[in-house]
């Protein structure tokens, strides 16, 4: 059976040439969809098999003899491009520099993003892993400081008019649905935090958006796997430090989103998808001089 997701309804095409095939069987290996299958040493293909094709494309990548060809599914076979080369590929500890560096950034030049430099953002993003092909991730890009600020503004404007959901009476009338946790996060982090962005931004400061020159809002359709957005917005982040920018995630305006009709249609978002995330993107004003060491709540093996 085909998996339905926003850009796909129905399996990819395979086309096998028999004449180059020698069987050696590695495509049916990854394949997990999987309608490639080895049977009695020869390599066959059974569309209808678990989900049939979902274009995921390794069996191209992986096929010495180049003699298998996926169509559908937003794959085909001219996105089999060059593997870079192992000394071109970052190693860990020039990839564990690039995360130690970073830091979330919310003071920024007064510096536009340039077009390309966003361009090779989203196009890092797109290599991201997604859980079914192809990517049900969107974004939404504003890439000026206005628009980020008329952004900035509709979400307070939002946050203002859902304040009530947020007050001490209505945390206590609901305790017994929404449980300790949310109410305790309420209490002391999302009412005190309402308040700064719609108290500051009447003075004319953005405590939400930072003033930022460009910021990316990643959301993906209702069949995709909700950690998609997220997946690809820190792909975006680290993407963002490669290229000497700055970058911070923004959990808050999604949760507005998700029930905001009037914002939804202004941005042209559609309807009935999942939220993700807001990341906020700029050249760095103030200069991080020292990394930190962090530690992760537990790591546990069993
Ligand atoms: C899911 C997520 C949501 C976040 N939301 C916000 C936010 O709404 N506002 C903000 O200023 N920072 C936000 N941040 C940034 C964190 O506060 C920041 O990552 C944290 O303080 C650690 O700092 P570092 O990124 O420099 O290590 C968010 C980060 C993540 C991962």
Redesign the pocket.
């Given at each position: 059976m085909a998996i339905k997701t926003g850009r796909a309804d129905g399996t990819a095409q395979i086309t096998l040439d028999t004449e180059k095939c020698n069987d050696c069987g590695i495509c049916a290996e990854v394949c997990k969809g999987a309608p490639l299958i080895m049977i009695d040493g020869r390599l066959e293909i059974e569309e209808p098999r678990f989900f049939g094709c979902i274009g995921c494309g390794h069996c191209m990548c992986v096929c010495p003899q180049e003699c298998i060809q996926i169509n559908g599914r937003d794959m085909q076979p001219a996105d089999v491009i060059p593997l870079p080369g192992t000394d071109k590929r970052a190693d860990y500890q020039q990839l564990y520099d690039l995360m130690l560096s970073?830091?979330?950034v919310?003071n920024f030049r007064d510096r536009l993003v340039e077009p390309e430099i966003i361009d090779k953002i989203t196009a890092a993003v797109a290599t991201a892993p997604m859980g079914l092909p192809p990517s049900d991730v969107e974004i939404l890009v504003f890439d000026t400081p206005a628009k980020v600020q008329e952004f900035a503004a509709d979400l307070i404007a939002v946050m203002k008019k859902s304040r009530w959901l947020f007050s001490p009476l209505f945390s206590v009338l609901m305790r017994p649905f929404l449980g300790r946790e949310y109410i305790e996060s309420v209490n002391s982090f999302i009412r005190p935090a309402l308040d700064i962005f719609i108290e500051e931004i009447a003075k004319g400061h953005d405590y939400l958006l930072y003033n930022a020159p460009l910021a990316m809002y990643f959301h993906c359709s209702p069949y995709a796997d909700p950690a998609d957005p997220l997946v690809a917005a820190t792909y975006a982040m680290l993407a963002a430090e490669s290229l000497g920018l700055g970058s911070?995630?923004?959990?808050?305006p999604a949760y507005f989103i998700k029930y905001s009709k009037d914002l939804k249609q202004k941005y042209n978002l559609p309807r009935k998808n999942q939220p993700g995330?807001v990341v906020i993107f700029g050249y760095p004003r103030i200069r991080f001089r020292k990394a930190?060491r962090?530690r992760l709540a537990k790591v546990t093996y069993r």
């Open positions: 970073r830091r979330s919310r911070c995630m923004i959990g808050t995330i930190l962090r």
